[in-house]
Structure formats: structure tokens, C-alpha cells
């Protein structure tokens, strides 16, 4: 018994074919272009698409330790938490907090997790505090972050690529430090 033919017998449909494989493309092309990373099936179609923080780039890369990595994640993490963004309900203490533009609702977990986030912040350097704030801020909250070589050249003003990931990996490191206690 012979198999049935699989391709379209009418022009019109190949032609669409054609056009949506063309527009796929151009779609991977595009997030590939703004920093995305992006997954696909056999068939080569967009399963999913995320633009990476500077700290995962870097682990991919080899380009920071694992302390290095580990103190970005535990800060990642608490700022996701003091923000209301890691996506867990709020617990039974409720705190609310009125400012002039909309009620904020803050629970233990968040304060306790903007302290620590202060605290670790205050004890790095001031250039090393700010560039870790753009970072962070940039990979958890906004929803289309600037690349992360942008982020860093907006907030020390350095173009060179390799000086670029030197600024992250010092950052990095004294956050690390700050994280071990030393």
C-alpha cells in the first residue's frame, strides 16, 4: 500500500506554507537580534523565547564562578521577593501602605526581603551597588529589559565588551563576599 502524498497538490496552499515559514523565521531572527533566547521544536517553531539576564549570559559562558552565580541568583531572588514578583500569594500578615499614587500592599516576607537586599547593596561599592540595581531591576521587573551591555555601558559609560563583563564579574564578586560575610 502506498503512502499518501503529504504535499499540497494546490498552489495556494504552498504558497501560505511558504509564507508562514518565512514569516517564522523572520520571527526567531528578530528575537535572536534583541538578545532572546529561543527554543524550537523539530519543525522549527518558536516554543518558547526569553531574553537572559547578564548573570545567566555569564554562567552560560563560564565567564563568572559559581559564588559569583550563586550571589546574583540569592539577590535575584530576594529583589523578586521585596518586589511582589516571585509569584507566590501573599501570606495571612498583611501590611498596607498608602502612598499618594495607590495602596501598596507589603507583606513580612517582602520587608524582610528589601533588608536584606539594603543591607547587601550597602556593603558593596557605590559604582558596584548601582550597577547590580540597574541589572537586577532590568532582568525582574521590566518586561523588556535593555541588553545587558547597554545596562552596563548607561551606567559606567564603559563601550569595551571584555571591560564590560570585568565591571560584572567585580560586582559579582563583591556581592559574593558580602553574601559569605568576609
Known amino acids: 500500500m502506498s503512502k499518501p502524498h ?9 504558497a501560505e506554507r511558504k509564507a508562514e515559514r518565512a514569516a517564522n523565521e523572520a520571527e526567531i531572527g528578530r528575537l535572536r537580534a534583541s538578545g532572546a533566547v529561543v527554543s524550537l521544536d523539530r519543525t522549527r517553531r518558536i516554543v518558547s523565547a526569553y531574553r537572559a539576564s547578564a548573570f545567566h549570559k555569564l554562567r552560560e559562558t563560564k565567564t563568572i564562578s559559581t559564588g559569583q552565580a550563586a550571589a546574583a541568583e540569592r539577590l535575584c531572588s530576594e529583589w523578586a521577593i521585596w518586589k511582589g514578583l516571585d509569584g507566590r500569594p501573599p501570606p495571612a500578615e498583611v501590611h498596607t ?20 537586599v539594603a543591607h ?10 548601582e550597577l547590580l540595581v540597574s541589572l537586577v ?32 564579574v567585580a560586582a559579582l564578586e563583591n556581592l559574593a563576599r558580602v553574601y559569605a560575610g568576609r
Do not use: F, H, Y
Open 6 to 14: 503529504r504535499k499540497p497538490s494546490d498552489p495556494q496552499v504552498a
Open 97 to 116: 501602605k498608602r502612598q499618594p499614587a495607590a495602596p501598596v500592599i507589603l507583606t513580612d516576607r517582602m520587608l524582610k526581603a528589601g533588608n536584606k
Open 120 to 129: 547587601a547593596l550597602r556593603l558593596v561599592g557605590p559604582l558596584d551597588r
Open 137 to 168: 531591576a532590568s532582568a525582574i521587573e521590566d518586561d523588556r529589559p535593555l541588553p545587558w551591555r547597554e545596562t552596563v555601558r548607561k551606567v559606567s559609560g564603559v563601550t569595551q565588551t571584555v571591560r564590560q563583563s570585568q565591571m560584572v
